[in-house]
């Protein structure tokens, strides 16, 4: 089945720590995206990735950083300088060869800090 | 800024009567305008778009939505609603490089 693959599910922080949280796609997409969810706020961009090697800040990048080494992957890791980090993250992708294409997501990770 | 609203928080519908999820944007030039849904602790999943041409959307599980220039309304219908349909939908726009970006999202709840 092709699709895109978070892991894991549910993730523990203590604080000062980082965490990386897992994406992995096998729909041969170029663009990959990462949101953030809270209640009530809708989604907000992260980081997004349009092609191997290159990625962009989002709307709310600082605490987060990413890399994008392969096509099919594209981590996220939440650093210790993100204040509140509790949320759920939704990685995404893209055909980016087709115009204004929908985007296809993963089944979430969420963090908590305890 | 350019945004997309939903008014409302929560919207409950008796299963069998017309569902309407509403929103309403504000974006230069010509919007692409998109619907997803999503099931709790779940990813969203996409239920249709609109880029340009017929007003008239229709999407997946019988749902559609019609786009309003004049009203810059892109809500969300469905004629007659299932329990299955309860879940929080979002409206979103296409702001470049297929950047979305999200309304706040409405519940809807669907009572049997």
């Known amino acids: 089945d092709g699709g895109i693959t978070q892991s894991p599910k549910y993730l523990f922080r203590k604080e000062g720590q980082n965490v990386t949280l897992s994406c992995e796609q096998n729909?041969?997409?170029?663009?990959m995206y990462w949101y953030r969810q809270d209640p009530g706020q809708g989604l907000r961009l992260i980081y997004y990735s349009q092609i191997v090697n290159d990625f962009q800040k989002g709307d709310i990048a600082e605490g987060y950083s990413v890399s994008r080494e392969k096509k099919e992957s594209f981590p996220l890791t939440v650093t210790s300088a993100q204040k509140n980090p509790t949320a759920f993250y939704l990685c995404?992708?893209?055909?980016?060869?087709?115009?204004?294409?929908?985007?296809?997501f993963g089944q979430g990770t969420r963090l908590t800090v305890v | 800024a350019q945004s997309v609203a939903q008014p409302e928080d929560q919207v409950n519908v008796a299963e069998g009567n017309p569902l309407t999820v509403k929103c309403t944007y504000s974006v230069s030039g010509n919007p692409y305008l998109f619907w997803y849904v999503q099931y709790p602790n779940r990813g969203l999943q996409f239920l249709l778009k609109?880029?340009?041409?017929?007003?008239l959307v229709k999407g997946s599980y019988g749902f559609e939505a019609e786009f309003n220039k004049s009203q810059t309304s892109f809500h969300l219908k469905k004629p007659s609603a299932l329990v299955s349909d309860s879940a929080l939908y979002f409206c979103?726009?296409?702001?470049?490089?297929?950047?979305?970006?999200f309304g706040k999202g409405n519940q809807v709840v669907v009572i049997p």
């Open positions: 609109y880029i340009t041409g017929d007003n």
């Open positions: 729909l041969n997409h170029d663009a």
């Open positions: 979103a726009f296409n702001y470049g490089n297929n950047r979305l970006a």
């Open positions: 995404a992708s893209i055909n980016s060869r087709s115009m204004n294409t929908e985007a296809f």
